[in-house]
């Protein structure tokens, strides 16, 4: 770098000794734009929260470069490339990581005394004086490309950041200890199996039929909560986001979304999501979305290098500072990055309604302020691939479109889905974000959310994704979601009298029904089907032990269980979108027996590899989400 011609200020001027005339002034003198340009940027900058420059850049006006040299002229600035002139890593230890990180540098070059400062923001330069103390005095700015600052902080202190991104939940509330427990869990799992082989060999009938019980009983839990629910969403119950008109809100300054996309192994996505994205018609000054792919992740880095990314998407590689590459791990990493005062999720393959981000940003607008988050309504674009995406279209409609809006209607704890998940940034944080170790994330975030004081709206917005249609990764992706319920409820009931105090006596009974009884519906549906044997003259154990009139209460209750999820299947999927899957419903039964090998995948997992992430493979259906679209 000897060869760098550096114009220096002097240290002792000020901001308002170096301040000039406006940027866009300078851009006009210099016939990047014209008055017109200057005076068509300024109009947008009173309705939308974004610098000039960017809105300059988004709108086409002006390249970076070219913003970045009116900076310089403004500011009196040299303008640097990082790519051509990275900082040496000995430099990381000049500035602190979380110093670098808030204001959005990275030390470059030191000369003498003097430390060069790369920055994009020259206004904030005198805050990180003012944070550095005496230090900051000897502190001068470069100007350099946003993107190349942001790459040059994950070189610099990206191990820092990853490891912080593994630990941001409070241990209390999250499931990481579990790292140093697993010889332990081994072994209660050996001396479980032990004392229910040693029940069954004294007293078969009575293991049996306690084992019926409980599992009769975690039905009704179920089978209560989808009534309540249905009841609360068909009759308009209480109040939900759902209900909101977007257009009874008043004119307001729009502000900045960024929007997570967590990849891995991704070898065909990566063109197809910028083509869907590319539809949305927010600002893109005002929209920044982040693919976010973990470091030693080759497959994904390839079939982004052979794509065009525009000036709004940008990327994110998660440093391997440990083993752990989970979902939320890497959303906790690119966090940090991030500009949005509201921040998204969408996974690989989602194709969001166009107006989705309007939406979202209208309804926080006019939303209570202990409003944290808003989930979209989830579907599926390949239903008709083969039988299982039918069933599994069917089941997401009943879940999406019925049963999860009646749980926000009844105030329970909203359980999040994995994406189509909008945050106020400044809750989220607070919160600590995402529990990296956890397998199902949003359902334990929407957890933390409910007992922090904070409430989850489900928003009349819909993003469509590929169903799972192969029969083992169906499976696999269900033992993850299974997996992860298990494990968010031992989290939370570490201390029972705590969640009761934090969310009253009601919605600890959703808990308990949505998470455990949940998981155990799947574990213990062979024993429920036992039931039909009775139909070829089969004595069941119930009615040995509790007497024959127990045994058809039982069998009547769960006949009613069946006939209800399918009559709350059939309202689901009435409407004009999915009135072709109403025949399908009747072969749901032979659908769900899927979800018990599933669980007990998720059960052997739990003991041994509670943290093992089991990814959902996307880009494999023959239709394409456009086909789909099409049959909609």
Not at 217 to 227: E, F, Q, S
Not at 256 to 283: D, N, Q, W
Not at 286 to 296: A, G, I, M, P, T
Request: proline share 6%.
């Amino acid at each position: 770098m000897s060869n760098l011609r550096l114009h220096l200020p002097e240290p002792s001027l000020t901001t308002a000794d170096v301040l000039h005339l406006p940027l866009g002034r300078y851009l006009v003198n210099a016939g990047i734009i014209d008055q017109l340009d200057l005076v068509h940027a300024l109009g947008l900058q009173r309705h939308i929260d974004a610098p000039l420059g960017e809105i300059m850049v988004s709108e086409g006006l002006a390249s970076q470069s070219d913003v970045l040299q009116a900076m310089a002229q403004q500011h009196r600035a040299e303008v640097v490339d990082l790519a051509r002139s990275p900082p040496l890593l000995s430099l990381a230890n000049s500035l602190p990581a979380s110093v670098c990180l808030a204001h959005r540098v990275v030390p470059w070059l030191k000369i003498g005394d003097r430390l060069m400062v790369a920055t994009n923001t020259p206004d904030d330069f005198a805050n990180l004086r003012m944070c550095m103390g005496s230090a900051g005095k000897k502190m001068m700015p470069v100007l350099a490309d946003p993107a190349q600052i942001k790459h040059q902080l994950g070189r610099l202190y990206g191990r820092e950041y990853a490891q912080r991104a593994s630990t941001r939940v409070p241990v209390a509330e999250s499931c990481r200890g579990w790292a140093v427990n697993t010889e332990s869990r081994r072994w209660s799992a050996i001396v479980i199996l032990l004392a229910l082989g040693l029940a069954l060999l004294l007293a078969p009938m009575w293991t049996l039929s306690i084992a019926m019980l409980w599992a009769f009983v975690t039905l009704m839990m179920t089978t209560g909560l989808k009534a309540a629910a249905c009841w609360a969403h068909l009759s308009g119950r209480g109040t939900s986001g759902l209900t909101f008109d977007p257009r009874n809100c008043p004119p307001f300054r729009l502000p900045h979304v960024s929007v997570l996309v967590p990849l891995l192994k991704e070898k065909e996505i990566a063109a197809a999501l910028i083509a869907r994205l590319s539809r949305l018609t927010y600002p893109k000054s005002l929209l920044s979305v982040v693919l976010v792919l973990e470091e030693q992740d080759q497959i994904t880095r390839d079939t982004i290098a052979r794509t065009k990314l525009p000036d709004w998407i940008t990327v994110i590689e998660v440093p391997a500072a440990n083993k752990l590459t989970t979902k939320p791990r890497a959303l906790n990493y690119a966090l940090d990055f991030c500009r949005g005062s509201i921040i998204g999720v969408w996974d690989a393959e989602d194709r969001p309604q166009p107006d989705q981000i309007e939406r979202v940003v209208t309804r926080f607008q006019s939303a209570p302020a202990n409003v944290a988050c808003l989930q979209g309504i989830l579907d599926y674009y390949n239903p008709q691939e083969n039988w299982l995406s039918r069933c599994f279209t069917i089941e997401y409609a009943t879940w999406w479109r019925v049963v999860l809006p009646g749980i926000a209607r009844l105030g329970l704890v909203v359980p999040l889905g994995g994406t189509t998940l909008f945050f106020r940034r400044s809750i989220l944080e607070k919160l600590g974000g995402w529990d990296a170790h956890n397998v199902t994330e949003d359902a334990d975030l929407g957890l933390r959310l409910a007992r922090h004081g904070y409430i989850t709206e489900l928003i009349q917005t819909v993003t469509y994704e590929e169903a799972n249609c192969r029969t083992w990764p169906w499976v696999r992706q269900r033992s993850r979601w299974l997996k992860g319920f298990l494990i968010t409820w031992c989290v939370h009931m570490r201390d029972p009298r705590k969640l009761m105090a934090d969310l009253g006596l009601v919605r600890f009974l959703g808990i308990q029904t949505m998470f455990l009884a949940t998981f155990s519906q799947f574990a213990c549906a062979p024993l429920l089907w036992s039931f039909w044997l009775t139909l070829f003259g089969v004595t069941h154990p119930i009615a040995l032990t509790l007497g024959t009139p127990v045994m058809w209460f039982m069998i009547g209750c769960f006949i009613f269980s069946g006939l209800l999820n399918l009559g709350i299947s059939a309202a689901a999927v009435s409407g004009r979108e999915h009135r072709a899957l109403l025949g399908w419903i009747p072969t749901l039964p032979f659908y769900f027996p899927l979800g018990v090998l599933a669980a007990y995948k998720g059960l052997h997992e739990f003991v041994l590899r509670p943290f093992f992430w089991d990814k959902t493979e996307h880009g494999v259906s023959l239709a394409t989400e456009e086909n789909g679209a099409a049959q909609k």
